[in-house]
């Protein structure tokens, strides 16, 4: 059986410990309310506009219908209500109603054939007989409710009342219709409903968007106690080696006996102490080293000194304290070498 010594543990970095599993952060909730917000106003923005634009459809309509209408071949009476910029259009789809003048009632429809618009003169008298001045250059028209109408003429009618607008032209199936732009309310309500569905769809959805996002999770206290890694700016550095003998000498592990002390060359060897006659030990004495030989007879060195018996004290006399003498260690011979492998004490010469 053979005794080997392990390796020092004290030059040895420690092995790296494995990172322990990092459980995926907690996702956080999404912002419900954000996205209830975001339907409901996107909802209200198309219904809302949606509402404006049907409205603004409907008043176009209702405004073509309530168009003045005068048929061709006689004189139509106009009442006019206030001062204002009145247009007149050559209707060639629609359905007369009720007429005043000398014009005879005709509800029925009409609808001209031909691809371009028929030819017509009119002639606009106010209440006192005189001419109105009837003024090119317009551009306007509507399709709506069953009625086709394109703009001919405008009139600047300054003062209320009665009026009277004679139509002529050689052919009968159309007619002339007169009052306001019937688009011009209805495109500026048609534009408000189409800002309000924008917007509302605009809001809504960015409303949708941020709910969508997920908060930020609450922070998770990590036990520091149990790091799993490193701290930052803090890299692990291994264990400085211990310090090593001189070369030549066996490293002794840490857990073998350490030997007595070694003598250095020249030192004389210590030898156990000789048991005084009046008791107790001597404190140990070195043997001098032996003189160097000339030739002759070897000289034998003296022994030690010895002490001389204790003498008894005369009788009567008080008892002498005896000054107590002092015990040296005990010497501890070095264990026995192993034998086979294993460490060894080196022994040097006495010489």
């Avoid at 956080?28 to 506009?49: F, N, S, Y």
């Avoid at 250059?137 to 003062?159: H, L």
């Avoid at 000789?274 to 004495?285: I, K, L, M, R």
């Amino acid at each position: 059986m053979s005794f080997q010594p392990q390796a020092p543990m004290f030059g040895q970095p420690p092995p790296p410990l494995a990172p322990a599993p990092v459980a995926a952060p907690p996702k956080g909730k999404r912002r419900k309310g954000m996205i209830v917000a975001g339907l409901i106003v996107l909802l209200v923005g198309l219904i809302g506009g949606g509402a404006i634009v049907a409205k603004a459809m409907s008043n176009y309509e209702e405004a073509v219908k309530s168009l003045a209408r005068a048929p061709v071949g006689c004189t139509t009476t106009l009442v006019f209500d206030e001062p204002a910029t009145f247009t007149f259009y050559i209707e060639t789809k629609g359905q007369l109603g009720d007429l005043g003048g000398d014009c005879e009632a005709n509800a029925g429809p009409y609808e001209h054939t031909g691809d371009k618009l028929p030819k017509v003169s009119l002639t606009l008298e106010d209440p006192n007989g005189d001419p109105v001045d009837l003024q090119r250059g317009v551009t306007a028209s509507y399709d709506a409710a069953g009625f086709v109408g394109t703009a001919i003429r405008t009139a600047d009618i300054e003062q209320a009342g009665t009026f009277h607008l004679n139509v002529e032209s050689d052919e009968s199936d159309f007619a002339i219709a007169i009052g306001r732009d019937p688009k011009k309310d209805s495109e500026t309500l048609t534009a408000v409903g189409v800002g309000v569905a924008l917007v509302g769809v605009v809001v809504g959805l960015l409303l949708f968007l941020l709910g969508l996002r997920r908060r930020r999770p609450d922070p998770v206290m990590s036990d520091v106690r149990n790091p799993v890694g490193p701290l930052p700016g803090w890299p692990p550095s291994p264990y400085a080696p211990a310090p090593v003998g001189p070369p030549g000498l066996p490293l002794t592990p840490a857990f073998a006996p350490q030997p007595g002390p070694l003598l250095s060359p020249g030192q004389p060897p210590t030898r156990p102490p000789e048991q005084p006659v009046g008791g107790g030990f001597a404190p140990p004495t070195l043997a001098p080293p032996p003189p160097p030989s000339s030739g002759g007879a070897p000289v034998i060195p003296a022994g030690p000194p010895t002490s001389a018996p204790p003498t008894l004290p005369p009788a009567g006399a008080p008892p002498v304290a005896t000054p107590p003498t002092a015990v040296p260690p005990p010497v501890v011979a070095p264990p026995p070498a192993p034998s086979s492998g294993g460490w060894s004490i080196p022994v040097e010469d006495e010489d």
